[in-house]
């Protein structure tokens, strides 16, 4: 069974920073991409950033661009997401999921809160 351990989401004000971690495991699958979407109220689901295992290349969604780093340790099967100078807009429940070919999997979630 794959799963997924999300933590790091909390509470912080504005320009501060989280870090966002995610353990998978359970899986087989050699290559795959892993990221985060994110749910803020009332709002559909939304692409964050994402790293494949393969080459190393990252996705990142305008909005969160020169303020928020992506990393993944594979040995580990383990990402991270380094957000900085964060604002009361990416205040969302961020959920990390992982996909290889027609396979998704998705984590429980973890609020993170931006105050003003």
């Known amino acids: 069974e794959v799963q997924l351990v999300e933590s790091g989401g909390g509470l912080v004000q504005a320009g501060g920073s989280l870090r966002l971690s995610c353990a998978a495991s359970?899986?087989?699958?050699?290559?795959?991409?892993i990221g985060w979407f994110r749910q803020a109220p009332g709002k559909e689901r939304e692409g964050v950033s994402c790293i494949s295992s393969s080459e190393g290349s990252t996705y990142y969604a305008d909005s969160v661009k020169g303020r928020f780093t992506i990393s993944g340790d594979f040995a580990k099967n383990t990402v991270y997401l380094q957000m900085n100078g964060l604002k009361p807009e990416d205040t969302a429940v961020y959920y990390c999921?992982?996909?290889?070919?027609?396979?998704?999997?998705w984590g429980q979630g973890t609020q993170v809160t931006v105050s003003s």
């Open positions: 999921y992982i996909t290889s070919g027609y396979r998704n999997y």
């Open positions: 359970g899986f087989t699958f050699d290559d795959y991409t």
